[in-house]
């Protein structure tokens, strides 16, 4: 039931090959956040209408937008591709779901932890986090 709910359960080695190419990703993502971020201000300190409006209709309105969440939509697609779920991307959070015994709960890597060092329960958060045995709280923030 939980594999079809998440499509792939992962041990903390299979999500730790990942890390790698999810840190490419992630940095990739944050960069292009924070270069809309600027965009948008830069428009809305020259419009002040645009502080306003929703999301997707700023992008209407400004077409060269997507030259920036073109390539966030690819990058959390292919993060999402991989069997994780991209949880905050400021903070480059990104869950795998993870068989704990016979309950699935979410392995929980944070952008610039080499490995996994953490997990939570499902229904909460990053705050919720749990060391995994045998890994020094050093790496739990």
């Known amino acids: ?17 990942l ?3 999810l840190e490419i990703l992630l940095r990739d993502l ?26 997707e209709n ?8 997507r030259r920036f969440t073109t390539p966030m939509a690819e ?7 991989l069997g994780c779920l991209l949880k905050d991307i400021d903070q480059g959070l990104v869950d795998f779901p993870h068989d704990a015994g016979g ?3 979410f392995l ?5 932890e080499p490995r996994i060092v953490a997990w939570h329960p499902i229904d909460s958060g990053f705050a919720s986090r749990r060391p995994l045995p ?8």
């Open 1 to 17: 039931m939980a594999k079809i709910r998440f499509g792939k359960l992962f041990s903390a080695e299979e999500a730790n090959e």
């Open 19 to 21: 890390i790698p190419r």
């Open 30 to 55: 944050q960069l292009a956040a924070n270069a809309l971020r600027n965009r948008v201000r830069e428009l809305a300190d020259s419009d002040p209408a645009i502080a306003g409006p929703e999301f």
């Open 58 to 65: 700023l992008v209407a309105r400004h077409p060269e937008l």
């Open 75 to 81: 990058a959390a697609k292919q993060i999402e591709s």
């Open 103 to 105: 309950k699935v709960v």
């Open 108 to 112: 929980c890597w944070q952008f610039g």
């Open 134 to 141: 045998g890994v020094a709280k050093p790496y739990l923030n």
